[in-house]
């Protein structure tokens, strides 16, 4: 099933025993262009924690209802490792974090989910031993990997905003993504041509980025700016067939894989 990522940013969110608030950002992995973590508003439950969620942890989201279902208790969120500020997410917090629930770590293999296509299967995966790591590997460890964890609503329009441009032109801004809820990748980015007028929603896979420029908050994507122009406008609630999906990819004059 897709869903707009903007859409969950007001989904509540239910733990095996309760109600605990709601989701308040999504944080993402863009080197494999998958939502890793749930940030969530838990007050006046736990006013002063500030409560990151790994996908692992998603049982279900009701589009429906508005709730994302959890497999977990309020009492293991509550006794998680803390974060004081929450960007950006390094790779030391994140062991913490899946040590404490038990999971498989998603960076040992080369599938999106580790060794595993969906996150929930990490659930039932012991971690690595990684004691052999030394402090000066950890260190640069720590650098690299927070640079690719990043908040979505940086990334989209509605707070700070990345540019797109094709072929160095800009043809609009990153106004939501769709995001597959089985393996929690973002399949596309939702394009607003605000470059041509009328103004439209376009999707643009998000296989077709080049580059993303976090200095000048820009994202480059391997398109003719003229086919943004005439490409199919999508509608919000409009259903993501497999016929779109073909007119779409034949519009940008790229392969189709079903």
Known sequence: MLFRAKRLTKFGVLTEDG?????RDLYMDRRQWAVRYLLLDTKPLLPSKKSLISTISVKG?????????????E????????IEDVEPVTRPYERELLQHYGYGYYWNATNIWGAFPYPNQL????YADES??????EKE?????????RSLKDLSG???GYTVQASGEKVGH????????????????TLDTTRFAPSKSVLVSVDWITDINDRDLTVEINVLPERIENAPAYEEGQPLTTTYERKLYSHFEKPYDE
């Open 19 to 23: 109600d605990l608030g709601t989701v």
């Open 61 to 73: 989201v009701d589009v429906e209802e508005g709730i994302v279902r959890l497999n977990i208790s």
């Open 75 to 82: 009492e293991q969120v509550e006794n998680a490792p803390s």
């Open 123 to 126: 659930a039932a995966s012991p």
């Open 132 to 137: 052999m790591v030394t402090e000066a590997e």
């Open 141 to 149: 460890e720590e650098r690299k990997e927070s640079s690719y964890l």
């Open 158 to 160: 509605d707070w700070s």
């Open 174 to 189: 990153i106004d939501d993504f769709i995001i597959e809820s089985k393996d929690w990748q973002i399949r596309y980015l």
